[in-house]
C-alpha cells in the first residue's frame, strides 16, 4: 500500500496551521475549485481524519477531474475499512485511466484485495503481468509463489496452513461412500455364492 505523504508540516508550512489550511480551502472549494478539494482531503488525510479525506477526494473525483493518485486513495480507504470489493472499484478506474504514473501501487492493491476477496485465480493472473514488469520485486515474487501454489492445488490439499476446499471434495466422498456400499453388497453376494456352492 502506498505511504502516506501528506504531513501536518508541509500544509502548516503553506498556511501556518491546520486550522488556516482547512478555512481557505473551504473557502477555495465554495468559490469553484475542484482542486482544492484534493488538496482539503490531503489535509484531512494529514490528520488521520479518513472520514473528511474520503468526502473531499470523492468530491474531487465527482468534478471531474480524478487522476489515478485520488482512485487509489479512495481505494485505500475502503481497505482500511475492509471493504475490498468497494475497494477494486476505485482500483480499476486509476487503472483505466489514460495516464497511471501509479500504476505499480494500483496493481500490489488490486492483488491484495482480489486475495481478500477470495480471487486467488485473478490475483494470480494480475500477479504475473505484476512481476514480469517489476521482476526487482522480491516479495511479489514470493507472493507469486504463494498464488501459484492455490491454482493449481488440488480441493482438499494443506498449502501453508490452509486447507484448500471446493464441492470437488464433498462429491468424492459421497462417491466413495457409493462405492463402499457397492463393494459390501459384492462381499455379501460372494458369500452367498460361497454358500450355495459348500452346500453343494
Not at 514470493?142 to 486447507?163: H, I
Request: aromatic share 8%.
Amino acid at each position: 500500500m502506498r505511504k502516506v505523504l501528506h504531513t501536518e508540516g508541509r500544509f502548516t508550512t503553506c498556511w501556518g496551521s491546520m486550522t488556516n489550511a482547512i478555512k481557505e480551502l473551504t473557502s477555495a472549494i465554495d468559490a469553484g475549485s475542484a482542486e482544492a478539494n484534493l488538496t482539503l482531503a490531503q489535509v484531512y488525510e494529514a490528520q488521520q481524519d479518513t472520514a473528511n479525506a474520503q468526502t473531499y477526494y470523492q468530491a474531487y473525483v465527482d468534478a471531474g477531474v480524478a487522476d489515478s493518485e485520488a482512485m487509489n486513495a479512495l481505494a485505500e480507504i475502503e481497505m482500511g475499512k475492509l471493504n475490498y470489493s468497494g475497494a477494486l472499484s476505485y482500483i480499476e478506474q486509476g487503472l483505466s485511466m489514460e495516464s497511471v504514473p501509479n500504476r505499480r501501487a494500483l496493481l500490489q492493491n488490486q492483488i491484495i484485495c482480489m486475495e481478500y476477496t477470495g480471487d486467488f485465480a485473478g490475483a494470480y493472473e494480475v500477479m504475473t503481468a505484476y512481476t514480469a514488469a517489476y521482476p526487482d520485486d522480491a516479495e511479489a515474487l514470493r507472493e507469486y509463489t504463494f498464488l501459484k501454489s492455490r491454482v493449481d492445488t488440488p480441493a482438499g490439499t494443506e498449502v501453508q496452513g490452509e486447507v484448500v476446499v471446493t464441492e470437488d471434495i464433498g462429491t468424492a466422498e459421497a462417491d466413495s461412500g457409493t462405492d463402499g456400499t457397492d463393494s459390501g453388497t459384492d462381499g455379501a453376494d460372494a458369500g452367498t455364492d460361497g454358500s450355495g456352492d459348500s452346500g453343494q
